[in-house]
């Protein structure tokens, strides 16, 4: 089973990465980009196939680890 | 004093830390590994030093501050003892939980080295009694996620507390208020990202950083 | 010709084999090699591992002095600093692999440069680095400055290393191919240092770091080969730098010589486990039998060549003292690195592979490695350019703006963009880095108050202009560099930078910037104890300007009498001394 | 309209980035997880609403700056 993992910025969170991407593709002449956001992405391999009891585990390790609720959400998608 | 430097896979001011500590208190510090579930018996200052945690490669501090010894810092702050981090040691403490907000990345996106003016912003804790108030001091800095946040309303509680210890002079990085260190509402863990260790010896990068020992151990 | 199956002229070119050293490959085997036998012959006999163009004149520096402990040929170079000390150095080239991928390329330069220098036993206490890049308008110089710095900080500020000095030009002639020169200084103690020779029959080979996998399969091949325009193909054999097992890697090799378990050790670097494999068989005189089923392997299915080939990173070679295996497992564990037994020390000076149960590879390691191809490439001193004086010169209107143009041009620039993202602090024992004004970067000796004052040096343009000059220059001012900081200079290690070898004006300005620095060398008591060749370095025929960059290192007895520059003030007097 | 990308390492880099976090939720007790791969998701606003014009000048983006086509690969969804 494989875990796909959406970390990024919460809103109200200043992205300068974000800003700095904006900023590099306006200056390559991309101007219908209005703005950017950058986040992470995380994929977990993982053993066992209970979906259900995956989902739990892996919320669990978002909330502990793989994101800081001071700054970040998160999504889970199982496949 | 008796003291502990946390040495985690990756520290590496761990060694600047051990001197400046044995050089300001007259005793070695103790180095425990991270895998350590206790400090040693009647240790009272802790320190948690620079470097790059795990490689630091989720977030800062973040693999660091589940590992096996934390449990017992996060006990041993409970007593009111004296923890300080730097740099690295600052973004595991704000990952525990141990100290608020988040250091993220500095706001031009590039590692910065310089010495760098700091006003101390608050002498009445037990890491900078031996400062004069609003003392400027020059004190090293080197890091890639320095730049302090933390929500409007925890700015302002900290603000209100006298939490803020450390103020940039010149704001490398972008942090919230200035802020370049700050200590839990019980004043007794200081986060900071210049490095005082760094600062405690005139042929390397200043003597700015020595009263801060000095202000702990006139404390214990 | 005889061919093994499978095995035709056109693979064997791939391999950089000329007919000639195909012959000789023949000769020496007896037989027609295999797939992974000629891989391994490939790699061996690159410039890069052979210095097949290079060892010849090589020979013409000085490498013995009253204070130099180990010279050219092992991992790096050994000096005496008294007290029962000595410090560890090189510099290195990572120049192709930066060009294709600046951040990794310069990142990875920095790992191996590291390893190089703990692998003898040395903790490194400092990081230097030597570029040069196109001109600052040059459509990929800005990118490439970018990369190439942040690689260089990214690495060396994680392993905890203080960067504290370096040098940077900017010339048309790296448009198409910059230069990345890092060099390490360590420091041990002069009984304790580990080399590559030593190893005996019978012991166990251990094999730690991180695991092996498809990087930069041929990238020993293509550090010497010369770029063309579909080098952007080649791009998959740039490898992924990790600090943070570096890091772990130095503590891990340091703990484990603190106790008396190595009989001989050799970082992985180009052409990994290959040349660090031959290297110890080589040196100690003995033979290698290798499990490739017990190598680490970080993807599945893995060929003995691409194991054998791979220059996956942090990874290090050890042969242990008989059943002494226990002691570095449990080092290697607790770091959480990759440590396995995967073969043993043999007396028949030959190196023997086993995949799945069969025998893939039985070569005689001599022609692999002292006995690889040399040769005496033809040359002609390139024509030097004529001497100017300066009445030949219009004497300039206005002083003043000759000098603003002068501190505006991109080599006398400030490079604190490039140093302000450097750790130059880590270790505290920093006295004066790329900050401070100082001719050479001062890193105290811990716990002491002398202290190793290192910089480096060369001058492109001058080699251009008259290589034998230019090559005495460039040791000459290392040399002055460190007396200048108050340091007695003691030895250098030198990257040597070129075009392609087997065009005779570029071989002659090799040949003349050797003959230059050998002279500067003896007549300064200055020492030559290590260093690298980089050959190939032009794109489309054009080669760089010929680059000889030094590394001195000199030693200050009292820091309290080391000499800066700063601090000069109204009614100081100034003397002019020399010439 | 918005484009979403992932960059992830081509299969065979090395991420150590990914190691180091499966070291760590090992540590943690989550021995079901295998192995964890660590890539960027980056989210563009666009003005305009030509999806077609659109995924042509995304794709564009993402050879020149987004990604690094040595090591990286990308993938992008409009929506
Ligand atoms: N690539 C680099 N890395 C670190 N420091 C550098 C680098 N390039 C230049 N510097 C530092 O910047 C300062 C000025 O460099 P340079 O203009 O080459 O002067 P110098 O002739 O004194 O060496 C020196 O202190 C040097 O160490």
């Not at chain 1, 219908?32 to 892996?58: N, P």
């Not at chain 2, 310089?114 to 004069?132: D, K, M, Q, W």
């Not at chain 3, 075009?499 to 300005?509: A, L």
């Amino acid at each position: 089973m494989k875990a796909k993992i959406h970390v990024y910025l919460k809103p109200g969170v200043l992205d300068p990465q974000g800003a700095a991407v904006a900023g590099a593709l306006h200056n390559m002449g991309y101007d219908e980009v209005a703005s950017v956001r950058q986040g992470k992405l995380i994929e977990l391999d993982l053993t066992g196939d209970d979906v259900e009891a995956a989902r739990v585990r892996v919320d669990e390790m978002c909330a502990k680890l793989l994101s800081n609720p001071v700054i970040e959400s998160y999504s889970i998608e199982l496949e | 004093m008796k003291s502990a430097v946390i040495v985690f896979p990756g520290s590496n001011c761990d060694r600047d830390a051990h001197d400046a500590i044995q050089g300001v208190t007259g005793t070695a510090p103790a180095m425990v590994w991270h895998q350590e579930t206790a400090l040693p018996e009647g240790t009272q200052f802790v320190m948690i030093p620079g470097g790059f945690s795990y490689g630091d490669y989720l977030r800062c501090g973040a693999m660091a501050s589940h590992s096996a010894i934390m449990p017992a810092i996060i006990a041993h702050a409970a007593t009111g003892a004296p923890i300080l981090g730097v740099c690295n040691g600052f973004q595991i403490l704000t990952e525990c939980g141990l100290l608020p907000g988040a250091l993220m990345r500095n706001a031009q996106l590039k590692f910065i080295c310089e010495e760098t003016p700091i006003t101390v912003a608050n002498t009445n804790t037990r890491f900078t009694s031996r400062y004069t108030p609003n003392a400027k001091l020059m004190i090293p800095i080197a890091h890639h996620d320095g730049n302090y946040f933390a929500d409007t309303e925890t700015l302002i509680r900290i603000e209100n507390e006298g939490q803020v210890v450390f103020r940039y002079g010149a704001n490398p990085n972008g942090s919230a208020n200035d802020i370049a260190g700050l200590v839990n509402e019980q004043g007794n863990v200081l986060g900071m990202m210049p490095h005082p260790e760094r600062a405690v010896d005139a042929k390397h990068g200043g003597t700015d950083g020595l009263a801060l020992f000095e202000s702990l151990l006139g404390s214990a | 010709m005889d061919y093994a199956e499978n095995i035709t002229a056109e693979i064997v070119k791939e391999h950089g084999l000329s007919t000639d050293e195909y012959q000789v490959i023949l000769d020496r085997m007896g037989r027609a090699p295999n797939l992974v036998e000629l891989g391994i012959f490939s790699v061996m006999w690159s410039e890069h591992c052979s210095y097949k163009s290079s060892r010849l004149h090589l020979g013409k520096l000085p490498t013995k002095g009253e204070k130099v402990i180990q010279g050219p040929g092992e991992n790096a170079g050994v000096i005496d600093i008294g007290d029962g000390q000595a410090a560890i150095f090189k510099m290195e080239s990572h120049n192709h692999p930066s060009y294709i991928e600046p951040y990794q390329g310069a990142a990875t330069g920095v790992g191996g440069i590291l390893r190089d220098v703990f692998t003898m036993g040395a903790r490194p206490i400092a990081l230097m680095n030597a570029l040069r890049f196109g001109a600052p308008d040059h459509a990929k110089t800005r990118q490439l400055v970018d990369g190439v710095v942040a690689g260089i900080g990214g690495y060396g500020n994680c392993v905890g290393v203080p960067t504290v000095g370096g040098e940077t030009n900017f010339h048309a002639g790296y448009n198409g191919n910059i230069l990345v020169n890092a060099m390490a200084v360590g420091l041990a103690d002069a009984d304790k240092i580990f080399y590559a020779r030593g190893a005996q029959p019978g012991q166990p080979i251990v094999y730690v770091g991180s695991k092996t996998g498809r990087d930069g399969i041929h990238g020993a091949t293509m550090a010497s080969a010369e770029f063309d325009d579909d080098s952007a193909e080649k791009r998959p054999t740039v490898q992924v730098g990790d600090p943070f097992t570096e890091k772990k890697l130095i503590e891990a090799c340091l703990e484990l010589m603190a106790t008396d378990a190595i009989a001989a050790i050799q970082d992985m670097g180009a052409a990994g486990l290959t040349s660090s494999s031959v290297e110890m068989a080589d040196k100690g005189g003995i033979g290698i039998e290798l499990d490739m089923d017990k190598v680490p392997q970080r993807e599945t299915n893995m060929s003995t060549y691409e194991m054998m080939l791979s220059e996956s990173q942090e990874r290090m070679l050890v042969i242990m003292k008989p059943g002494r295996e226990d002691v570095a497992m449990r080092i290697f564990e607790k770091w959480e690195l990759d440590v396995a037994v995967i073969g043993q020390t043999t007396d028949s000076k030959r190196m023997v592979l086993t995949h799945k149960g069969e025998t893939v590879c039985d070569i005689p390691i001599a022609p692999l490695a002292d006995d690889a191809p040399k040769y005496d490439r033809p040359w002609h001193a390139p024509e030097v350019r004529a001497q100017i004086t300066a009445s030949d010169v219009a004497k300039p209107a206005h002083m003043g703006e000759i000098l603003l143009k002068l501190m505006g041009s991109p080599d006398m620039a400030s490079k604190a963009w490039i140093w302000s993202q450097y750790d130059r602090h880590v270790m505290a024992d920093t006295v004066a880095s790329s900050q401070d004004p100082s001719d050479a970067a001062i890193v105290r000796i811990h716990g002491t108050n002398k202290a190793l004052a290192i910089t480096t040096d060369c001058t492109p343009r001058y080699c251009q202009a008259d290589p034998f000059e230019g090559g005495k220059q460039a040791v000459a001012e290392a040399w002055r560099n460190l007396t200048a900081a108050g340091a007695d200079p003691i030895a250098i290690t030198d990257c040597l930078n070129f075009g392609n070898p087997e065009r005779r004006e570029i071989m002659g300005q090799f040949v003349g910037c050797i003959d230059g620095m050998a002279e500067a060398c003896a007549k300064l008591d200055f020492p030559v104890v290590s260093g690298n060749v980089s050959l190939y370095n032009e794109t489309n025929g054009a080669a760089i300007p010929p680059t000889p960059a030094i590394g001195g290192v000199g030693l200050i007895p009292d820091i309290d009498k080391c000499g800066q520059f700063g601090g000069l003030q109204e009614g100081d007097i100034l003397l002019l001394v020399g010439e």
